[in-house]
């Protein structure tokens, strides 16, 4: 299935949570340290899949800031998109207006 968006919406992958950090432990030594299953990020980083028409700033393939709450899960239960499985925590559509920054490394 493919998935075209409206006018001024975007279709964005998020990157997956992170579940472990590196720290700085005793001594200078760097250690990984497990997060709590239920942490919850301010803020996510998404990879742009497609734009609606009426976008003029982002394009498919940008990383952008966005917040926790930005956008719509997309449920599709056993379903693929450009033959990906849906992850409904994953997979979202947003406005451009949700947008908070471009990532640029």
């Known amino acids: 299935m493919k998935l075209k968006v ?3 919406r975007i279709f964005v992958i998020l990157e997956p949570m992170k579940d472990k950090i590196e720290v700085e432990g ?4 760097k250690i990984m340290m497990d997060l709590p299953e239920k942490h919850s990020e ?13 976008v003029t700033d982002y394009f498919p393939g940008e990383r952008v800031l966005l917040s926790t709450y930005a956008g719509v899960r997309i449920h599709l239960i056993d379903r693929e998109i450009d033959g990906n499985k849906v992850d409904e ?4 559509v947003i406005r451009q207006e949700e947008i908070v920054a471009i990532i640029e490394d």
């Open 89 to 92: 925590d994953r997979y979202r």
């Open 42 to 54: 301010r803020s996510r980083i998404g990879v742009i899949q497609s734009c609606g028409e009426d």
């Open 6 to 8: 409206n006018k001024d």
């Open 26 to 29: 005793p001594g200078g030594k």
